[in-house]
């Protein structure tokens, strides 16, 4: 009797594991999209939600895709030497797990050791891996899934480690310094043709590019000075939206062993930078679209495929709210703001730059024209913001020079000060405030849906997301002393 206990207690403890197994096996990731918005925090996705209620005179908030997942986190951000992050310390804490210092891209603090990536497990592991971002490729958070440096600026090192890396797409921005910044040879581009990648730089190209051309890198064919893509805002129908790269991405990578999709919103960080709002929105709104690829995958393979949405940091300190207005908000006036704030201040310069233009109604124009502040029929403005952008003008035509570094700092940051100044004046009347013209050491949301969505809920750490993902995955991430090598232990072989 006693023997047929122990049979029976055994035979149910073997039914018992057998069925964790296939439950573990059943929600095993087998394709992940793991989607950072650089610079996203709350209050930028709270406020998105506001402007795109306002947009249809609406109060309260029109939701964003991701922001209806079912499971929902909060991260801390800070870095191992300081409380504010940077992206490359905090791009790398997404990436590989581990905190470093500021600047390090996939090294440790004291540049000992390389930290790999969630992307190298996702390889060794036998998925295809694609890396994608609306900046140059060579930036911060991108490099901190392929790239071993001790400073975010090693650009054409970086680069080196991009074609080295035998990812199997990379696509959105270019490169930073495709020459190095001297004339070091091979250029970036030839680096990464050298390693048999094939590059895509127009609509054309990009259109014909399929599975059957192997390795790719497919570039946006506008890009700014900085090898990134241009504002969603400024947009037009000739560039290559970030939905259309991860839509890419997906028929480039789908196959029977997965994959794995990075796909930074790296402009939301750069609007945030300028306190440019309406930027920041609509920049969000296309992270929105790509998750919507991500999606429509989903919906074809709800059992075997995870989305995480989260971001690397806040930025700008935004709050919905400000002294001004007080309890009010007037969200629909950001409607008026035609172009980015990066867009107007070059508008500006090249208008300036005709002698004949270059006066106080000229400037006055062109902020109407293209935030509609000022005149009868525009946003009324107090003797106070006139004489704002009075003096902003004259500043950043070099009429006027401010000695006191704290007050240009306050004033303008490091942007156009007649365009630093028309947005703030613009974001300040809606009821929107910022803080600093820089990074916040506020926590920032983490979304999650489909295949082990539900590790992700709760307050924990940015490094632990990409264990989260691995998780999912059914791997676990180690890293071997003195070795670049990746040892990659299989859960419930």
């Not at 090192?157 to 080295?164: G, K, P, T, V, Y």
């Not at 971001?311 to 935004?318: F, I, N, R, Y």
């Not at 070099?398 to 000695?403: S, V």
């Not at 999912?472 to 990746?486: D, H, L, P």
Request: hydrophobic residues 40%; charged residues 20%.
């Amino acid at each position: 009797m006693k023997s047929f206990g122990i049979t029976l207690k055994h035979s149910f403890l073997v039914l018992l594991l057998l069925l964790l197994s296939l439950t573990t096996e059943a929600q095993r990731a087998k394709y992940v999209f793991y989607f950072i918005g650089d610079g996203m925090g709350l209050a930028q996705v709270a406020a998105t939600e506001a402007m795109l209620a306002a947009r249809h005179n609406n109060d309260g908030f029109d939701h964003l895709n991701f922001s209806k997942f079912p499971v929902t986190g909060i991260i801390t951000t800070h870095a191992a030497n300081r409380l504010v992050t940077g992206s490359a310390a905090a791009g790398t804490a997404l990436a590989s797990g581990h905190k470093t210092n500021i600047n390090r891209i996939g090294m440790n603090g004291d540049n000992t050791e390389p930290l790999n990536s969630i992307a190298y497990y996702a390889k060794a592991r036998g998925k295809k891996v694609g890396i994608i971002s609306s900046v140059s490729i060579d930036h911060a958070t991108p490099a901190a899934f392929y790239a071993h440096r001790p400073d975010r600026n090693d650009y054409y090192e970086i680069s080196q480690d991009l074609a080295a890396s035998n990812f199997d797409f990379f696509g959105g921005g270019g490169f930073a310094k495709p020459n190095g910044g001297g004339d070091k040879s091979p250029t970036t581009w030839e680096l990464a043709q050298n390693a048999g990648y094939t590059i895509t730089r127009t609509r054309a190209q990009f259109d014909t590019l399929s599975p059957a051309a192997g390795k790719a890198l497919a570039v946006a064919p506008r890009l700014g000075g900085s090898g990134a893509m241009p504002y969603a805002i400024d947009q037009t129908a000739d560039d290559i939206p970030l939905a259309a790269f991860v839509e890419k991405a997906i028929r480039m990578l789908h196959n029977d062993h997965g994959f794995f999709i990075m796909c930074e919103e790296g402009k939301i960080d750069w609007a945030c930078h300028a306190n440019d709002a309406v930027a920041m929105a609509y920049n969000i709104e296309a992270l929105a679209q790509a998750v919507a690829q991500a999606l429509e995958f989903y919906q074809q393979h709800p059992d075997e495929t995870l989305i995480i949405v989260t971001a690397d940091h806040e930025t700008g300190g935004l709050a919905l709210g400000h002294a001004l207005t007080r309890y009010d908000s007037y969200l629909s006036m950001l409607t008026s703001q035609k172009v980015s704030m990066e867009r107007f201040a070059a508008i500006a310069d090249s208008v300036f730059a005709i002698p004949e233009h270059n006066h106080p109604d000229m400037a006055m124009a062109l902020v109407h024209k293209y935030y509609k502040l000022g005149n009868d029929d525009g946003i009324q403005l107090t003797d106070r913001e006139y004489n704002l952008l009075q003096d902003a003008y004259l500043v950043s035509t070099q009429q006027k020079k401010i000695d006191d570094k704290d007050a240009m700092r306050l004033h303008y940051g490091h942007e156009h000060a007649l365009a630093a100044t028309a947005t703030r004046i613009l974001n300040n009347k809606a009821g929107l405030a910022w803080t600093t013209w820089s990074h916040t050491a506020s926590p920032v949301p983490v979304y999650a849906i489909g295949a082990g969505a539900e590790h992700f809920s709760g307050v924990y750490d940015n490094t632990d997301v990409p264990k989260k993902v691995a998780q999912a995955m059914g791997i676990k991430m180690e890293e071997k002393k003195r070795s670049e090598e990746i040892e990659l232990i299989i859960i419930d072989k």
